[in-house]
């Protein structure tokens, strides 16, 4: 089972929403399968150029891994030479900052992840979160 583009859609629009709504700087937003593919990329106007890599990034490396940011923060602080190897392996699009979300139905099944980018990273991964309620599913941090 994926993530369908029209909740895909319904996640970017809420989380670019959310960010406005707060006073975030410009966002970028990218929702990927579990494949890793990208079903919605949104970048808002004022967000720079870079920015569609990092929320792709953020979003690829929690599938990559298989694990949270947090996780892999955690990961990266006690051995930064593995995480180091890896974001090399990966082409350097793997993340260990808040931003990148697992997104899952409500009976647990892997649906996806959303990478967002462009404020602070809570506010990223906040922004994130709105998104993923708004299309009535459930979103994965690590910080439940």
Same mark, same amino acid.
């Given at each position: 089972?994926?993530? +369908?583009?029209?909740?895909?859609? +319904?996640?970017?629009?809420?989380?670019?929403?959310?960010?406005?709504?707060?006073? !975030?700087?410009?966002?970028? /937003?990218?929702?990927?399968?579990?494949?890793?593919?990208?079903?919605?990329?949104?970048?808002?106007? *004022?967000?720079?150029?870079?920015?569609?890599?990092?929320?792709? *990034?953020?979003?690829?490396?929690? $599938?990559?891994? *298989?694990?949270?940011?947090?996780?892999?923060?955690?990961?990266?602080?006690?051995?930064?030479?593995? !995480? +180091?190897? /890896?974001?090399? $392996?990966?082409? *350097?699009?793997?993340?260990?900052?808040?931003?990148?979300? !697992? /997104?899952?139905?409500?009976?647990?099944?892997?649906?996806?992840?959303?990478?967002?980018?462009?404020?602070?990273?809570?506010?990223?991964?906040?922004?994130? $979160?709105?998104?993923?309620?708004?299309?009535?599913?459930?979103?994965?941090?690590?910080?439940?």
């Amino acid at each position: 089972m994926t993530i +369908t583009l029209e909740q895909a859609q +319904t996640i970017a629009a809420a989380a670019l929403g959310h960010g406005t709504e707060k006073g !975030f700087n410009p966002l970028t /937003v990218a929702v990927l399968d579990p494949g890793g593919a990208v079903v919605v990329l949104a970048r808002q106007d *004022g967000s720079g150029y870079l920015r569609p890599d990092l929320a792709i *990034g953020k979003a690829n490396g929690v $599938l990559a891994l *298989g694990m949270t940011n947090r996780a892999i923060a955690a990961r990266a602080a006690d051995s930064p030479e593995f !995480f +180091t190897s /890896v974001a090399n $392996l990966a082409g *350097g699009k793997i993340f260990s900052v808040p931003g990148g979300v !697992f /997104v899952k139905d409500a009976a647990g099944t892997l649906l996806g992840a959303v990478g967002v980018t462009g404020d602070a990273s809570l506010n990223d991964e906040a922004a994130a $979160l709105a998104g993923i309620e708004a299309a009535g599913l459930v979103a994965v941090t690590g910080a439940e």
